[in-house]
């Protein structure tokens, strides 16, 4: 059994991972010459961590991460804080697996810590896939080709994979534009902002913040309704000024960290509707080359470890039956990667009315659930966080 991963991202990373720990050969295909992340924060929930424990990467993830006490929702004028979820020791000890946040870098550094080199092409993009069969061969843009028995497209939102196998239709713009910075954690010290993930709800607008880089660093996202964005802004360099007057009249914390903001990132954000199938025969789709999804729920990278780790299970419990592995791969997945395209989307809408009536309505249906010392977990959150990969697969066996 050969296994053959397009894309270098977390999830065809991760794949790599799990299924090498499984003794099945693989080899990774990535365009860049290095590997890369954009330089901003990213959370790895509790059923995410929990697989990049079991793939022997908890100290190295620890050691690079920050952990924070808990989830704090606020108006973004008043700061008031209107609902709240425990995260820190309180989650680990319900979940069973702790909830971190990190910088992208150092995440993807903590993954490549486990690759090496072997069976890694940077530098080739991959420009269409074959099968029959016996197998599946790829081919890259110089046209050189490999041969193996099946085929991972974990080749992000703009999948070639997808487009090839599944049509060509374009990603949906959302209709929003995520801003991203990173501040020195020096800078922002005296707002006392605590070791929390703090979501801002306002009209049109929201923005979430939280330590990375165990602490050194302060890491924003805000996300705002805006009109279409041309496509070479998917992702680009923006303003301090821009992003400040697009948070104007919010509450001084946000604005004192987005005005200590060296570099701000600016990203159109696209999703799409989830698939009927990610599977062709020998060939199939993980990540957000299956299920992109809008970041509401700081999920699209988590999806993507849940996918690599199941689909490493399927295939090493099924090498003589490379599409049988596969079909009970999407079976097991794509239910829940759909649900969660789909929770993501209403999440746009609970964080960001902007209807005077549905916010009040939504502020008193939160504020019961305010108080840091009796927060009960949400169902939806025990869904997402206790999600258990391996007992998943033994389950489904
Ligand atoms: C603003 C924002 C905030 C987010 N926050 C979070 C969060 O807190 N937590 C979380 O879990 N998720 C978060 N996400 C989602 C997360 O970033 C993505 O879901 C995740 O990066 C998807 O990983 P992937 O490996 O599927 O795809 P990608 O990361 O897109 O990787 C795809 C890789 O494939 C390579 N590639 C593409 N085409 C080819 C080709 N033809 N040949 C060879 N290589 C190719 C690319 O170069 C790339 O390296 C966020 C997203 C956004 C936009």
Redesign the pocket.
Known sequence: MKVLI????????TCMLALRKRGVDAQL????SA?G?VG??????SN?ARILLNLGLGAALKKVATYPEGRDYRGWDTGERLYYTPLGQQAETYFGSPYY?AH?AELLDVLLSGLGEEGVRLG????RVDQDSSGVTLTLADGTTAQGDILVG????????RGQLFGKELPRYTGNV?W?GLVPAERVAHLDVGSMVGVWMGPNRSIVQYYVSAGRTFNW?G?SRSPQPARESWLAEGKVEDALAEYDGWHPTIRTIIAATPKVLR?A?YDREPLPDWQAGRVVL????AH??M?FY????????EDAYVLAGCIAEAQDEPRAALARFVKMRLPRTAWMQGLARQQEELYQTNDAASIKERNEIMRVNRTPETAIFPPEQKRLYGYDADTELRNSA
């Open positions: 397009v894309g270098g991202g977390i999830g065809g990373i295909f990535e365009q860049a590997f992340q901003a924060g990213i959370q790895v929930s995410a946040a992208r080739s993009r991959i420009e974990a080749d992000g939102i703009h999948s070639t994979i995520a991203r996202i996300i990203q954000l993980l990540g957000d080359a992109p999804m970041p700081a999920q699209g990278g988590a999806q993507s470890i």
